[in-house]
């Protein structure tokens, strides 16, 4: 910032030292340092704002360019699928013109086999442990919920926390 020499420190120092004496200059260089502090602080500060505001504008033109090839290739996938349905739209007019359905006959050896008994799954793990804690609850049974975890031991004579092993 400024060129200062170690002889153009010390005089000013030596002028400072004559001019608020003993007593008052350690607080007064206390004071100067902390000014120096918010000032270089606050020039950093600005320069990192300009800096996110240059990443942000980049970062507004990446996207546009990015927007626009996304439409470019939006646009040329929805060309080629509406070619490929004119195409498939007039071989199927083709192809119906030409050939007359077959009537319909259903095939009965789809069906050889038949289930003697639906599969019906029994309650997951987790059902049946969220079962299992609601009845505790129900029952006011010790250790019933889990979540709540006491600090002290709850018939202990002195309250010492608990241990937990």
């Known amino acids: ?67 626009s090839a996304a439409l470019g290739v939006e646009s040329s996938v929805r060309d080629a699928v509406g070619g490929l349905e004119s195409s498939l739209g007039a071989a199927a007019a083709s192809e119906s013109s030409a050939a007359a359905p077959a009537p319909y006959e259903p095939v009965s050896s789809w069906r050889t086999h038949a289930f003697t008994r639906r599969y019906r799954p029994g309650p997951s793990l987790d059902d049946l442990a969220d079962e299992v804690a609601r009845l505790k609850r129900r029952l006011a049974m010790p250790g019933a919920d889990a979540s709540v975890r006491h600090k002290y031991a709850m018939r202990a004579r002195v309250n010492r926390p608990r241990i937990r092993r």
Do not use: C, H
Request: proline share 3%; hydrophobic share 45%.
């Open 1 to 67: 910032m400024l060129d200062f020499s170690i002889g153009e420190l010390g005089l000013i120092g030596a002028v400072a030292l004559v001019v608020l004496g003993p007593e008052r200059l350690p607080r007064v260089a206390r004071t100067v340092g902390a000014w120096v502090g918010k000032a270089q602080r606050y020039v950093n500060q600005v320069k990192a704002d300009i800096n996110r505001e240059i990443e942000l504008s980049e970062l507004k033109r990446l996207q546009d360019e990015a927007r």
